[in-house]
């Protein structure tokens, strides 16, 4: 399962200021940990409420430029604004990277979906449209074939986009983790080549002992066929039960990278 | 006998208790009678209908506020409290009237243009609903015009508007602005709150409050509503 490391994000308060700040060290700072913890994608979210579209175009060049400073880890360019992506990706000047994300809105997937078509690069689409988050898991595979008939058109290939089902918290409803696990496991049989992503925490908003939900949720989701994972790389136990959970579906023939995480000490029962 | 079965009810609320079958906050409580099976008991037993409301549902919810502030409580609980309560008024609310007592007031709650996310407005919903407040939820994605035009409808006193994105914050200040130009801003109190949203945020766009979460902007209502002179 790849590993998207989810901290470089304007919704964290110190992220947030840091951004403004323009403070390199501390953006720097979080994408090395996350690149030493294994992370093999680094998100850049630079999204604040006080930043007009300029100015998160412009934060975003600067956090693509502070990131790679510190790693050579691909990023993960995201934000709701195509023109943040587009100004992200300009910057940073590679085919390896992720695009998050888009969603069934005609105007978005029309913006991104040229930025991402006839490129190598990975791109992250929402199950939902305009009209909201579909509550059940055939809508949001109808959602996700909305979007792939659009992609496609644009040159976007199958095996290029990372659906996300999308996770709601099971403090509001408790039926929603298996909503969208039912959501992973239907669009890995309509869409073979496609791959899935998540981000886990939300699922436990609102609970106690966060890490926990997220740690069984996250094996729920590998057994279905999650193919990479938004979260936080510095969790070592989410990280090693990654790789617990990678050989038991058969991702890790032979069981070497988690042999080789144990010989490295990376490894936390 | 009377207040025991008040007690009884504040309790049930405090256990986010509906019926009898619901697990409560602690153990030993399935198969004893819920909140709605209480009501139902105490409107049989001509119980006053402003007892079951102020010191059974009310007050039961303000002990239950006051757990979910403390963190003592969590989003489930206080979830499955305030459904209680909405409950026990739907049962309440054909013999309101004639007890003369009035819901203490209406709101609008909306999830802005362009945003999808309507988590954090329907706690805020169910929380209002609880505090005895009738909501009339415009659901999410909702233009300013609608929200315009419901208030002329409606005629509510306040105005809840949400919104989770960066991008989408931005029509909650085009939402007072359309309120405005149809004469309508005097005529309700907005409140806003969502992740992005700050009370910085609230005053520069000329809202008059702003929720961190769901039992704050119940707070908020509360103190625009006393504030603002009565109830009318």
């Given amino acids: ?269 | 006998m009377t207040e025991d079965i008040i007690a009884l009810i504040k309790e049930n609320v405090i256990q986010g208790r509906v019926t009898a079958d619901d697990e409560g906050m602690d153990e030993g409580w399935v198969g004893k009678p819920g909140v709605t099976e209480l009501v139902e008991q105490a409107l049989a037993e001509n119980v006053s209908v402003a007892d079951i409301i102020n010191k059974g549902l009310t007050d039961g919810m303000s002990v239950v506020g006051e757990k979910f502030e403390s963190k003592e409580y969590f989003i489930p609980d206080m979830l499955a409290s305030a459904e209680a309560v909405g409950s026990a008024m739907e049962i309440l609310e054909p013999h309101l009237s004639k007890s003369g007592i009035e819901a203490k007031g209406k709101i609008i709650v909306a999830t802005v243009k362009g945003d999808l996310h309507d988590i954090g407005k329907n706690i805020v919903s169910i929380l209002l609903r609880g505090s005895g407040y009738i909501v009339k939820d415009l659901g999410n994605d909702v233009e300013p015009q609608a929200i315009v035009d419901a208030v002329k409808k409606e005629n509510p006193q306040f105005v809840g508007l949400s919104a989770l994105l960066t991008s989408t914050m931005v029509n909650m200040g085009e939402t007072i602005q359309a309120l405005k130009d149809n004469g309508l801003r005097d005529k309700v109190k907005v409140i806003i709150g969502g992740a992005p949203v700050s009370e910085e945020f609230a005053q520069s766009i000329g809202a008059d409050g702003y929720g961190a979460d769901g039992f704050q902007a119940v707070a908020i209502v509360e103190s625009l509503a006393s504030g603002s002179g009565g109830n009318s």
């Fill in chain 1, 1 to 269: 399962m790849l590993v998207i490391g989810e901290k470089i994000n304007a919704s964290n308060r110190l992220v947030a200021e840091a951004i403004i700040a323009r403070n390199e060290g501390y953006i720097a700072g979080l994408a090395k940990a996350q690149a030493d913890a294994g992370a093999d994608f680094i998100d850049v979210n630079v999204g604040t409420a006080k930043q007009t579209r300029q100015e998160q175009m412009a934060a975003m060049e600067w956090a693509v430029e502070a990131v790679q400073t510190a790693t050579d880890k691909p990023l993960a360019i995201d934000s709701d604004i195509p023109e943040v992506i587009e100004t992200g990706m300009r910057k940073y000047g590679k085919e390896e990277l992720v695009i998050n994300s888009v969603n069934a809105e005609p105007e978005k997937l029309e913006a991104i979906g040229h930025l991402a078509g006839g490129r190598q690069v990975r791109l992250v689409a929402l199950a939902m449209s305009a009209e909201g988050i579909p509550p059940t898991a055939e809508e949001r595979l109808a959602t996700c074939e909305t979007i792939m008939t659009y992609l496609t058109r644009l040159g976007v290939s199958e095996e290029q986009v990372y659906f996300d089902p999308l996770v709601l918290p099971v403090s509001v409803d408790s039926g929603q983790a298996l909503t969208t696990l039912k959501t992973l496991e239907r669009i890995k049989v309509r869409y073979p080549q496609a791959k899935t992503v998540m981000g886990l925490s939300n699922v436990s908003y609102g609970l106690p002992n966060r890490k926990l939900i997220n740690r069984a949720f996250l094996l729920m989701a590998a057994y279905v066929g999650l193919d990479a994972a938004i979260l936080d790389p510095l969790d070592a136990k989410a990280m090693s039960l990654i790789k617990a959970a990678d050989i038991l579906v058969a991702k890790d023939p032979q069981c070497r990278r988690y042999i080789r995480a144990y010989r490295n000490g990376t490894l936390m029962a």
